[in-house]
């Protein structure tokens, strides 16, 4: 049994993480920003006849991710897997985008990892043992349409994610693995197009047409495994934990690897580099 600690599951991917994870028997910490909006995982825990503890964590707010990660250790001694699901997509053009905005989804997607795995470190480096599972996207890898500062967040999370692999792992047995979905069905690309239209919605100048495009491909697209169901990624997830020697890049479908094809051909796992890294540098 392991304990696991997930961000951001109030919603779609989080939920099944916690699900699955606890159907295994691990010890599940679920948190979430706001408490209000544990319903529905609470509904799932129930009906599943499964156990999880739900407990306030804001990946925004140090003081709250130091105080969870604190309570977990007073109550178990040790953290074995951390997974950094929080996230918040975004999609509109550079000149429409306001500082507060950039800063938003930079924080949530990047600055909010990055604050958890600092919460999460010694305890892993004095146990000598560890996961950490950083969701990304092949927007990590790809840049697209109007998703620039999304795609910005993630590319800093997949260097931070590669940059840590180099040297902790090898010096402290701590793995660390991006997973990189293409789109899955939850409310997670609802909540998108919700926050662009409360921001005004679409501007009429030159780039009204080309987001129009955009949007209509988006909602179009039939590929067999564009969007996946929250479960199909949370198993692959899943899997890798279980892995004793995860993959560092890790896509959830056969869609996402051909997208990214062109960058990772050379090396689909990413694991060749950070160990050319290490023989470079340690």
Not at 38 to 53: D, F, H, N, R
Not at 88 to 99: L, Q, S
Not at 166 to 183: A, D, K, L, Q
Not at 203 to 229: C, F, H, M, V, W
């Amino acid at each position: 049994m392991s304990v696991v600690l997930i961000t951001g599951t109030s919603t779609g991917l989080g939920i099944s993480l916690v699900l699955q994870l606890a159907e295994q028997g691990h010890k599940v910490y679920a948190t979430m920003r706001n408490l209000a909006k544990q319903q529905a995982l609470v509904a799932a825990i129930a009906e599943k006849g499964v156990s999880a503890e739900i407990m306030v964590l804001d990946v925004q707010n140090q003081e709250s991710v130091e105080a969870c990660v604190d309570q977990i250790i007073q109550q178990e001694g040790r953290i074995d897997v951390l997974i950094n699901n929080a996230g918040a997509g975004f999609v509109k053009t550079t000149e429409h985008t306001t500082d507060d905005e950039i800063h938003k989804i930079l924080d949530i997607n990047f600055t909010g990892v990055v604050r958890c795995t600092r919460a999460v470190l010694p305890h892993m480096r004095q146990q000598r043992s560890g996961r950490i599972v950083n969701v990304s996207s092949v927007g990590g890898l790809v840049g697209q349409p109007f998703n620039e500062i999304y795609c910005a967040a993630k590319f800093a999370l997949e260097g931070y994610t590669e940059s840590l692999a180099s040297y902790i792992e090898p010096n402290f047995n701590i793995r660390f693995t991006v997973v990189e979905p293409g789109g899955i069905r939850t409310e997670f690309a609802n909540n998108v197009l919700a926050q662009f239209q409360q921001a005004g919605g679409m501007i009429d100048d030159e780039y009204k047409p080309i987001l129009e495009k955009y949007i209509g491909s988006a909602g179009n697209n039939r590929s067999d495994d564009l969007y996946q169901t929250a479960d199909e990624v949370a198993a692959v997830i899943v899997g890798s934990i279980n892995d004793l020697t995860p993959p560092f890049r890790l896509r959830t479908s056969n869609w996402s690897n051909d997208f990214c094809e062109l960058k990772t051909a050379a090396d689909p796992t990413g694991d060749k580099q950070i160990e050319r890294v290490r023989r470079a540098f340690l």
